[in-house]
């Protein structure tokens, strides 16, 4: 490879790594995604400068296919989606990874007939692994995400030793495919294991666990990306590779510790379904209930307000006039601010994207570390569909599933306003304290149209 | 592939993990939901692997289908990712 092409790549790496490094400031993180596009283009560019030029008609076809599929998903996804298309993207990197792989193990095996030495082999074997597993791993979590397939654990007994079986088979099959590099029947077997073992170990995650299993999933697209680049000995897909599989270690990381649980323990599955039959026999909750003239009465006479968003909001399509009541309290010189739960929504970072869609400015999103200690001396904290990030049994009740994780003081406040839509459980399916509390008031109804009434009422007070 | 190439192979990936860690330990969290969609696009550098399986000349080979296969997907993390990103990242304001 020519020289020219290896500074290209250079330059596309450090693009790359400039890129993440300007999304570490808010303003400048457009900027960042740019250079990063950037970065690419000249990664494609350069590649294409060094292959044979009969077969540009092909490629064209297939970037121009992809490429306006890509564009027209980026265009009309739904904020409230976001989590769904990064799933579904994690699955088809995978499978790029495992595609390319299989075409470079054919090309020397069937066109080349020529010896795939070791390193190459285990590059192949692993990209194929890491790859295939992204994959159906994915399209499990997307699945699940778009609600086509229940949230709920899918367990049975033996499902661990099967996927140590499968991944012992994978290994020894893994052998065969060195040993016996023209029999295509090997890697054809590990393709259907490593596609097995990714639909195995996300069937038994429940719903409320997919923001680690989404940031898990990204971390194994960057490995795959890695893997290839060992295959292709090309160091621009190593670089890119290990900068995303960074990356998704990172959110896995912080997802966990949001949620006081252990990678391990998320990943062996399960969750929610021993907590939906065990707390049934507990005291039943009393709670209070408030009507809409109330609610915008007490907005109206608090100085200062937290609101805490959670996915139930995006559901109800409340942003907007979540926004619009947050308007009418700055009107009244009310300091209003909204508390993010890293774990509120249904993948890192959600909340944040879904109230700036809504116009609300990224600085009045503050983080659970920085808030939570400003509960104490506020005077109104208003919950739109969260539950888990808000129960006070993860501080109190050693018996609740969710006992030790960090939650929002939320119950710390003079009075505290549920939007609900009904008395039904949090989506781990858990009771919560909090609604039975004295400062707390429930607000029945859909949050849409609930709040649009609160903020009616408002305007006719001012 | 040598030992020599191999190592260094492995001398970047080191590297580059540990660079990314740095980097990605300073994007806020506000900023997670496009960290994850744009290093989406990111990992379409595979891109760079389906062009190279795809320039093999004939439609006869299963290494070249595999490698047209590839390059739709990949290009639709690339140009997809990069889009979506950057339509997120236009809606944070500061006022």
């Known amino acids: 490879m020519s020289s020219i092409v290896q500074i ?46 009969l077969s540009f008609v092909e490629m064209f076809a297939c970037m121009l296919i992809g490429g306006a599929i890509g564009l027209y998903y980026a265009k009309k996804v739904e904020m409230t989606q976001i989590p769904e298309m990064v799933a579904l993207f994690n699955g088809f990197g995978g499978m790029a990874s495992l595609a390319v792989a299989l075409s470079d193990h054919f090309l020397k095996t069937e066109v080349l007939q020529t010896e795939i030495d070791t390193v190459n082999s285990i590059s192949i074997i692993a990209s194929v692994l890491i790859g295939g597993v992204t994959f159906t791993g994915s399209i499990v979590a997307w699945l699940k995400l778009n609600g086509k397939v229940s949230g709920q654990p899918i367990t049975f007994s033996g499902q661990h030793l099967l996927n140590l079986l499968l991944l012992l088979t994978f290994l020894g099959v893994g052998v065969m495919t060195y040993l016996f590099q023209i029999e295509p029947i090997y890697i054809t077997i590990l393709v259907v294991i490593a596609l097995l073992v990714g639909v195995l170990i996300v069937i038994p995650i429940g719903g409320a666990d997919m923001p680690v299993v989404i940031s898990l999933l990204n971390s194994y697209s960057g490995m795959a990306a890695c893997a290839t680049g060992f295959i292709l000995n090309n160091n621009v897909l190593i670089v890119a590779g290990s900068l995303v599989g960074a990356s998704g270690l990172i959110l896995t990381q912080i997802m966990c510790k949001a949620m006081n649980r252990s990678l391990m323990n998320v990943l062996l599955g399960g969750f929610g379904q021993t907590s939906a039959a065990g707390p049934q026999d507990g005291p039943q909750i009393v709670v209070k209930e408030v009507g809409v003239e109330e609610a915008a009465m007490l907005f109206d006479s608090a100085s200062s307000v937290i609101i805490v968003p959670g996915y139930g909001m995006a559901v109800a399509q409340a942003q907007h006039v979540i926004r619009e009541l947050m308007e009418q309290c ?89 939007s609900k839509r009904s008395m039904g459980k949090g989506y781990a399916g858990i009771e919560n304290e909090l609604f039975g509390f004295p400062n707390c008031l429930m607000l029945f109804g859909d949050a849409k149209q609930t709040i649009t009434k609160v903020v009616g009422e408002m305007k006719e007070m001012a | 592939m040598d030992t020599a190439a191999l190592l260094m192979l492995i001398y970047v990936l080191v590297l580059a993990s540990f660079l990314g860690f740095e980097l990605i330990s300073k994007v806020p969290p506000t900023l997670h939901t496009p960290l994850m969609s744009g290093s989406n696009a990111i990992s379409g550098i595979t891109i760079v692997g389906a062009l190279i399986a795809t320039s093999e000349m004939g439609f006869t080979t299963m290494s070249k289908w595999l490698g047209m296969f590839a390059l739709v997907l990949a290009t639709i993390n690339v140009v997809g990712g990069y889009a979506v990103t950057d339509r997120m990242l236009k809606m944070f304001k500061k006022k």
């Not at chain 1, 993180?29 to 044979?52: C, E, H, Q, W, Y």
């Not at chain 1, 601010?337 to 774990?343: D, E, G, L, N, S």
């Not at chain 1, 104490?376 to 049994?393: S, Y």
């Not at chain 1, 994780?405 to 939320?410: D, G, K, R, S």
Request: hydrophobic residues 50%; charged residues 20%; contains cysteine.
């Open chain 1, 8 to 53: 290209a790549y250079l330059v596309a790496s450090i693009l790359f790594v400039m890129g993440i490094k300007f999304l570490g400031k808010t303003k400048d993180a457009r900027k960042g995604n740019f250079l990063s596009a950037v970065g690419m283009l000249i990664a494609i560019i350069a590649t294409l400068v060094t292959l044979d030029i």
């Open chain 1, 330 to 418: 700055e009107k009244r010189n009310i300091q209003c601010r909204f508390a993010i739960h890293p774990v509120a929504g249904r993948m890192p970072g959600h909340m944040n994207v879904l109230l700036a869609e809504a116009n609300i400015s990224y600085d009045k999103l503050i983080e659970m570390e920085a808030i939570n200690d400003d509960f104490n001396n506020t005077d109104l904290v208003f919950v739109v569909g969260a539950n888990d990030v808000v129960n006070p049994a993860a501080r109190t009740n050693p018996q609740s599933p969710i006992f030790g994780m960090p939650i929002l003081n939320a119950d710390k406040a003079r009075t505290v306003i549920v």
